[in-house]
């Protein structure tokens, strides 16, 4: 990177709470935010947001009637933008950007117009606006009044940290000074369980803990998908008010074997955790927030991978997936949030089932990691 970018705020909701200080403590507990729900046929393990979190959805959705018809990944979105602009003390005359991403959008809007398309033999007024993508990112940019660049994509389960690329060239470029970014997911709709069902990959533990994140000696896959948003304010430069600054970026693809597989030892991440650390040494990293989705291949792959690049010194690993599942989309702002958290308390977050590991004494620099289906991966560096 030319000169790092300041993290001056950051603002989620999801199954760990609304507020900053709400997560941590969330995180401070042993405990999953899992529970049973019952989709199609069966009961599934879901990450669901609390009932506390959803009235704060239900208000936005009455708070305005143009709201009323939109999608849960944009009202995710919107709440969680409002809470992070305040909090670095943005106006909407700072021409801020927006680039807000979802791996897959209006889902359960889509499911539901698609149910009324096969029963009534057409399609409903708001089907098409309120489904596209796009959806996302203009009306975050509808509530805040801004008048930058509003952006939306889906580049699978890496979306949000793409977003935080593409945030980080805006303001390389000179166009923009400051730039909001993040991903928002509202997955946990029948046919989105039973796809994730299809491909063998979801959890049907009995165990205390159903889903095995970084347990490299799980005998089955143990995904569970969960909901949520969390959004990122980007600032040029190091600023007095910031969080910490992302000090090194890295990205990667390589060439698919299978529809959702990345190789053994994922290149992918080899390549973005390398280009990420550019010229500081792998010794110096204290700490990986790993992308680790849950499955037997995604995680071992993804820690061989940390081998080959930090093999004299392994940093301490950890990850949110066995407390919140994966967000899709959205999963890798919640990543760095889990690690802007760690840096600001200077506290490892471990993983209950695990072997425990002795923590660095001091936290300075951690790395972020998300990879999506296509082998798209994204490593993002914090430093304090």
Not at 36 to 54: H, M, P
Not at 194 to 212: E, H, N, V
Not at 353 to 372: F, Q, R, S
Request: aromatic share 8%; net charge positive.
């Amino acid at each position: 990177m030319q000169q790092p970018v300041s993290i001056t705020a950051i603002a989620s909701i999801s199954p760990l709470g609304t507020t900053l200080e709400r997560t941590w403590q969330s995180y401070l507990n042993n405990e999953h935010c899992f529970s049973k729900n019952t989709y199609l046929d069966g009961n599934v393990w879901v990450a669901q947001l609390s009932k506390t979190s959803k009235a704060y959805i239900d208000a936005l959705r009455q708070s305005d009637n143009k709201y009323k018809t939109l999608d849960d990944t944009v009202l995710f979105a919107i709440h969680a933008s409002r809470q992070a602009v305040a909090k670095a003390g943005w106006k909407a005359t700072d021409n801020f950007g927006i680039n807000i991403g979802s791996s897959r959008g209006a889902t359960a809007l889509f499911e539901k117009y698609h149910e009324s398309f096969l029963k009534h033999h057409k399609s409903d007024t708001l089907s098409s606006p309120t489904t596209t993508l796009g959806n996302i990112a203009s009306w975050v940019a509808h509530d805040l009044q801004t008048k930058g660049p509003e952006i939306s994509h889906s580049i699978t389960c890496s979306t949000a940290l793409h977003s935080v690329l593409n945030g980080i060239a805006w303001l390389a470029s000179g166009m923009c000074d400051k730039f909001l970014v993040g991903g928002s997911e509202a997955p946990l709709t029948p046919f989105t369980i039973a796809q994730m069902q299809a491909l063998k990959i979801y959890s049907k533990s009995t165990d205390k803990f159903p889903c095995r994140a970084l347990d490299f000696n799980k005998t089955q896959n143990t995904m569970i998908l969960g909901e949520g948003a969390t959004m990122v304010c980007l600032e040029k430069g190091k600023q007095d008010n910031a969080l910490c600054t992302i000090t090194g970026i890295g990205y990667a693809t390589e060439i698919l074997k299978h529809n959702i597989s990345i190789s053994s030892d994922a290149k992918c991440f080899q390549k973005s955790m390398q280009m990420a650390l550019g010229d500081m040494a792998p010794d110096n990293i204290d700490a990986i927030v790993m992308h680790a989705p849950g499955t037997i291949k995604g995680d071992l792959s993804e820690f061989k991978a940390i081998e080959t690049i930090f093999p004299s010194k392994k940093p301490y690993l950890t990850s949110n997936k066995w407390k919140i599942g994966h967000t899709f989309g959205a999963s890798g702002t919640l990543s760095l949030e889990l690690g802007v958290l760690m840096l600001q308390h200077q506290k490892c977050i471990g993983v209950p089932y695990l072997e425990p590991t002795t923590p660095p004494k001091t936290l300075k620099h951690i790395l972020v990691n998300a990879v999506g289906f296509g082998g798209n991966a994204v490593s993002v560096l914090i430093s304090k």
